[in-house]
């Protein structure tokens, strides 16, 4: 039996597209570090692909990873961060709840990039939600909720604690108030 947090290939795609744009807003962190390394902006470019059915999902089931080894590449928290949200966007191929880890991550990214600025995450998350299409609305709302489901990035693993469980917690509240 599939995984509730893995969405049909239908919904993956819908929800690729709004994990790219949520990952692709921190994108300059990582590259101010590491300006040669274009493993996020390809994996973000892959999952704009993914979304418009260029890709296949098993193709890019295979290349989850690579995004997620740029991470190691850069040392700012908030770069290591926007690593992180190109390669949870990649991961949508696999899996749609990947989606709301790309958007916690980038918020996360944003907050540690501005820590003057104590509103930093909230208006990444506003931004998040206005920029949310209803398609999107409607597909993560399939999604179990963060800790209702272990078979999957939304389980217990890394999104499950800190500003990253309180983004995506936030994000599901308003997506099912919608």
Known sequence: ??????L??????????????????VLPLFEAEAPD????RDAIARARMFS??????????RRRFVAGR??????SPAAVAAARAAAQASGVA??????LGAAAYAAKAAGLAAPDHSDAVSEEVRWQLQHMTTQTRVALQSLPLLGEDSAGPLGSGLLSSGVLATVIREIQAEVAAS
């Open 52 to 61: 418009r059915g260029e890709l296949r999902a098993a193709d890019e089931i």
């Open 1 to 6: 039996m599939a995984s509730p947090q893995a």
């Open 37 to 40: 390394d274009d493993r996020a």
């Open 70 to 75: 740029a991470a190691n590449a850069v040392s």
């Open 8 to 25: 049909s290939e239908a919904d993956r795609r819908t929800v690729a597209s709004w994990a790219a744009d949520c990952a692709e807003r």
């Open 94 to 99: 696999h899996m749609g709840a990947h989606a």
